[in-house]
C-alpha cells in the first residue's frame, strides 16, 4: 500500500513526531509513504515527495511541521477538492492520514464522504476538537505559556503589579482555563464566560487588601484584548498593571514528552486504521484509551470546557 501524509492548519508541536510515526510503522508494515507538503493546498497543487526511515530523523522533538502547513479556504470548494481527488490518484495512494485541527478534519471529512480512505489525527494547540481529551500541541502549548508566566511573575512580585497575559483560542477557552489553573491565575477570561470588568476590579481590591500585592489575570484572544483589560483594571483600582501577549510563543519549540508520545501512538494507529480499512474517522485519546471516532461525529460535536477548572483556579489564588 501506499499511504499519504499530510500537516494542515496552525502548526502544533507533536505534529513532526506523529509523520514519524506514521512513516516507520508504515514501511516497518512494509508500505510505502508519501508526504505531501503545505497541507492541502500540497495536495490539489502536487506538491510532495516519499519518505523514507532518514527523512523523518531528528524529528521527533521538533516543533513546526517538516512538511509544512498551510490554512487553504479554497479547500471548501467541491471542485477544488475534486482537483485534490485527481492527485490522490496520480500519486497513486491508497489512503491519506490528515494532521490538523477541525477545519483540516472537515476537509478530511469530506474527502471520506466522497469515497478517499481518510485517517484524521488531531492537532492543535486549542485542544478544541471532540473525540479526544488531547490535541497535539496542547501539552506544550499549556507548558510554554506557564513557563511564560512563571518568567513575569519575578517582576509582578518584584514591582507589585497586576500582569493581564493574553494566550492564544479565538473560538474556545480551553488552553487559557488550564493554563490559569498551572499558573495559579487569579482570573481566567474566556469566550465562554465573559467578566464584568467592575467586578474583576473588586475582586482584585479584596484581595489585594487581604494582603495580596500582584496578580494574573489570564484572558483568552477570542474573549477580549489584554490592552483594553489592563486599561480597564488600571482605570478601577489603584494596581500598577502591565499586559503582555503571548502570541506564537506559545506555539512553538520542543514540543513536551506528552506530546511526542501522543504523535507516536496516533501516527502508529492511523496506520494500523488504513490497514484495517477503518476510513473516515479520527484517531484520539479518551480517558487514557485510544480511540477511533467516525470524522462526522467529531465535527458535529463540541469539546469540552473545563469550566470547573477556572472555577477552581480564580478559588485556588484567592
Ligand atoms: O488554531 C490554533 C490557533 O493557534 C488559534 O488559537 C489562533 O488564533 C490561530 O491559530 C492563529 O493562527 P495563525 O497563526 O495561522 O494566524
Redesign the pocket.
Known amino acids: 500500500m501506499r499511504y499519504g501524509v499530510l500537516t494542515s ?2 502548526d502544533a508541536p507533536g505534529m513532526n513526531a506523529a509523520i514519524r510515526s506514521v512513516v516507520r510503522s508504515g514501511l516497518a508494515k512494509g508500505h510505502e509513504v508519501f508526504g505531501v507538503e503545505r497541507g492541502y493546498e500540497g495536495l490539489v497543487k502536487g506538491w510532495g515527495h516519499m519518505l523514507d526511515r532518514s527523512s523523518v530523523a531528528d524529528i521527533l522533538m521538533a516543533g513546526g511541521t517538516m512538511l509544512h502547513t498551510a ?1 487553504f479556504p479554497g479547500f471548501r470548494d467541491e471542485a477544488v477538492r475534486r482537483q485534490a481527488m485527481e492527485q490522490i490518484g496520480a500519486w497513486h495512494l491508497d489512503g491519506l492520514i490528515v494532521i490538523g ?1 477541525n477545519g483540516s478534519l472537515a476537509g478530511a471529512g469530506a474527502l471520506s464522504a466522497a469515497g478517499i480512505p481518510v485517517v484524521g489525527i488531531p492537532a ?3 485542544n478544541d476538537i471532540a473525540g479526544t481529551d488531547w490535541s497535539l500541541g496542547f501539552d506544550t502549548a499549556v507548558n510554554n505559556v506557564v513557563q511564560s508566566v512563571d518568567k513575569i511573575r519575578d517582576t509582578a512580585s518584584a514591582h507589585e503589579r497586576v500582569f493581564v497575559v493574553e494566550v ?3 473560538r474556545t477557552g480551553i488552553l487559557a482555563a488550564v493554563a490559569g489553573l498551572a499558573a495559579g491565575a487569579e482570573a481566567v477570561i474566556i469566550p465562554e464566560r465573559p467578566v464584568d470588568l467592575n467586578e474583576l476590579a473588586d475582586r482584585l481590591t479584596e484581595t489585594q487588601r487581604r494582603g495580596k500585592k500582584h496578580s494574573f489575570i489570564i484572558v483568552a ?1 477570542g474573549a477580549d484584548h489584554a490592552d483594553r483589560v489592563a486599561r480597564g483594571i488600571q482605570e478601577r483600582t489603584q494596581f500598577d498593571v502591565r499586559w503582555v501577549v503571548l502570541g ?1 510563543t506559545q ?1 512553538g519549540g520542543p514540543a513536551s514528552a506528552t506530546d511526542r508520545i501522543l504523535g507516536a501512538l496516533y501516527g502508529n494507529k492511523a496506520v494500523d486504521a488504513l490497514d484495517a480499512g477503518q476510513y473516515g474517522v479520527m484517531i484520539g485519546q479518551v480517558q487514557g484509551n485510544l480511540t477511533l471516532t467516525p470524522l462526522a461525529t467529531v465535527l458535529a460535536e463540541s469539546p469540552r470546557v473545563p469550566m470547573d477548572w477556572v472555577d477552581l483556579a480564580e478559588l485556588l489564588a484567592r
Open positions: 492548519g496552525g490554512r485541527g492543535s494547540i486549542d492564544m483560542g479565538n484572544e506564537h506555539r
